[in-house]
């Protein structure tokens, strides 16, 4: 019987269920496509290692400094471990296997760089008759002799190349190749250029010299891959390191992980702000849905039925909204799931849309999250209407009256927001940045509910601000709005609080990253003195491509920076492992180090520029002597020249020394190539020529690349650029959601001022002027939401500045026309939740209007 | 009066000002088709005079209610033709028609015939505000003094009296200075004290300020507050009434039902 009741109640508010049910369907979307999503590129990965890996790859052991630095040389096996290694019982082959990833290739025709620009991997290496290769030629034939390349077919097919063609290996030399033959992937191409040569030749060009990478070993079948690498462990001797197939799987699945990671946590964050406001459109609903059956709820509670059975009627309702929401959802987020997959197929990580993996935990998480929501969500309404006493239920015109809950809600509100402000206040003054964040995080929580509570005292204060125009901006149509928007500042401030969320992290983190790129901006500008920048990718910038910038017109001189990895003994006797900047001698004219304590000239004379946090943890000062240790005995004490100020990203986190310096321990032959040149144009040389100068110079290496100051700040914001458009696509989906609220919102007022609207249409309202009235009242709503929305947004958003002031973020910028544009767009918001419930009322007819009851 | 067929209706009296405020000729009025048809008013012709008060009885589903929404033009007519003053309203589209019930026309409805969220003045100036124009303060400030509202004009329409609203929507009615008000069952909802007070202000406003009103009304005694009462049965015009009283009325409505059930 009840559900009878729930059942029909359920169908007879088709549409306004609709709307919430558009909530419910994208949150659940949001999270069910991630789900896919992650376990289909989780399994196309396992499969991908698992049927690639051999059953042990032997190589040589990582050395314990720079072992993460591409830069340095690649490491290698000595050519008869092979030999060695295939002796061992149960081997039945061992591959010499060479793989280089900091080889670049190059098309000579155009000097364009082949290959992935995402930052996937580029491989070159010798080509091998291995039982699990990746690849099988399609064409063309395999690699011999000095000249030839076989190139895989979707590198091949970007760049526009085929059999014939040639194409450029550069490692230390350019290298011209004929591609004769083309490789396709058996699995799933993870993203990664792949060229081979034959072995002798990648032995030469890649090495060196004769020597392997890895030795890959497949055995017999007799021993497990355990046994299989101790034994040649044991065989080979010290100086050697192997990975069973499920290591190399688990280093295969870490390496990509974190970019899938990123992915998952960036769905998840959308599927959140979908469940957040989605929550606030639901428990809107159903207010309305209870409110507007205030009589029936009264009459069934008149003629017995229980508080019990009125709440459960509501939920059961809830319940099947939940449900339907939920199944759609799913649906919904398979789509996703292949859409994203499509995504990531074109920015170049392929994976296989018709392989989904779809696991009962899609199902599990899709159902708990949409029902368990939504039942939440009309708990409250629920709650309320079984309140309702009978009577009064019967007489009332379903607004009830809430004197009392206002100034509960008003203390609460009141506690919360300041509760949350003094957080954000002690946030924005904290020493430490941890500190200063989780006081951030607790104090946008408190603020955010705070508002929340708030909003409908706010609703009332606000709106008549924002309204007080409308009447003499629209007459009457605008007073009529200005009232209808304040006549339920319960509604509005839920209907308002849907769109506050959404556009208050919105704003929070625009501020935030324009404080980034106006940070980095100004650092660049205050202490970077060199006027172009040139890098060249994992390979370093080689003495080629620095012979060519200093010898290119305009350039007066140029500043060699290259990385090291030691480990520094403080006095205090602790020793940690720390990056080391070797630079050339005109470094500290080129840059203006922050410093705290001493002087950069220092460098000059064999001192080191250390942090501030160091200098810190470690009680040092100037003049203070440091041990370095680079390794293979190499040792020197250093002492302290200079400690810089903290909170410059240029430096954050660097050791200075001078190449001299470094040179005196580790011989010229031992170091990296340059990590990066700087170059500066002659006193009376025109900038922008240079710049066109030095481009054209080194366009023979498609490696490199250069950029002067702006062009840099370019790069800075390039990086943040990817956080914007996750920040926009937040918005995007925020504003939606608002719009089913306002909507939801609006379509109720106008059916429950039927009336109303039947005696303004009678005593000679115009259509025009009725549908004017409703777009205000929708427009009011919507900025008021921007308006507490942009308020939080602002208070967050410059704190989280204040807490990282140390740490680099020391200019705050107000990104005004964002906030500007999302006023602007939030009036747009209003308009377009108005279009249909406007013409509705428009189209009513005026006598029916009037005769409602 | 039911013998002027007239099918071109000359509204102006030989001295020039006009005298009947409204009118309808053959007016037909029905819903549905064929076997259901269902027609609520039969070829009624009627004439309205201006400065006197007009009301409408009969027994429920007479067509008294329908027969007044066409007079206002809120309802349309399937045949037959409406004037309001000088202006034939039958044919206008309802963009003239609004303007119309805007600038002409004075409604007073049986309940809600306030907004809520505007106090009392605002609301009696309200059909003047949607017009864009500007009330006229002296003629206001009597009507606002005739009805005895002046002290609860900031009131809103939950702080008034159901006879208290009543007065606010007659007082909004007249602020307009329309050619015509039409009142439906203003009084169904009042009390009798309060329906008298209402009834004997609109009397005042016939009498006082010169206004047409047109009421329907079931309610001998309202009937009695007018000039003349126009008896409608059947969606036929039956008989009318000049200077009626409550007991006449009454004796003819008696008349009427006894003749019904014969």
Redesign the interface.
Known sequence: MLLKTSLRSFFAHKGRMALSLVAVVLSVAFVSGTLVFSNTATSTFDTLFASTASDVSVGPAEPELGGKDTRAKTRTVPVDSVRKVAAVPGVKTAIGQVTVENATLADPATLKKVGPTTGAPTLVGNWVDSPRSPVEITSGHVPQGPDQVVLDADTAKKAKLGLGGKLRVIVNDNRDFTIVGIAAFKTTNPGAALAFLDTATAQSVLLGGPAYTSVEVYGDGSRSDEQLKSDALAGLGAGFEAKTAAEQKADGQKSVGSFLDFMKYAMLGFAGISLLVGGFLIINTFSMLVAQRTREIGLLRAVGGSRGQVNRSVLVEALLLGLAGSTIGIAAGLGLAVGLIQLMNAIGMHLDASDLKIGADVFVAGYAVGVVITVLAALVPALRASRIAPIAALRDHGTPVEARSNTVRAIIGLVLTAGGGGLLVLAAGAEKAATGGRLLGLGVLLTLVGFVVLGPLLATTVVRVLGALLPTLF??SG??AQ??A??NPRRTGATAAALMIGLALVIGASVFTSSVIKSTNNQIDSSVGADYIVSAGPNGVSPEIVAAVRQTQGVDHTTEQKYLEAYFTAPDGKTEKNGISAVTARFTEDFRLPVKEGSPDSLKQGALAIGEDYAKDHGLKVGDPIKVDYGNGRVQSLPVGVVMTKGNQLFDGNTFASLDTVSKAVPAADQPVDAILFAKAAAGADVARTLTGLEDALKQYPQASVRDQAGYKDLVQEQVNTLLYMIYGLLGLAIVVAVLGVVNTLALSVVERT??IG?????????R?LRRMIRLESVVIALFGAVLGTALGLAWGITGQQVLRTQGLETLAVPTTTILLTLGASVVIGLLAALVPAFRAGRMN??AA?ATD | MTTAAAAVYDPQLPGGAPAVAASARQVTKSYGAGETRVTALDAVDVDIQRGRFTAIMGPSGSGKSTLM?CLAG??TVTEGRIWIGETEITGLK??QL??L???K???I?QA??L????NAL?NIT??M????RKPDQAWLDRVVETVGLSDRLRHRPTQLSGGQQQRVAVA?ALAARPEIIFGDEPTGNLDSRSGAEVLSFLRRSVDELGQTIVMVTHDPVAAGYADRVLFLADGVMVDEMHAPTADSVLERMRRFDGKRTS
């Not at chain 2, 907004?115 to 505007?118: C, G, R, V």
């Not at chain 2, 505000?129 to 864009?132: T, W």
């Open positions: 007459g009457p007073r009529l009232r209808n304040m006549r009336r109303e005696l303004l249409r009678a005593i000679g309202l115009s259509r002027q005026v006598l009037i | 929404h809120l309802d309802d963009k609004t303007r019930r805007r600038d026309i004075g409604f409805f809600f015939n907004l809520p969220t505007l605002e309200l059909p505000d949607i017009a864009g909004r």
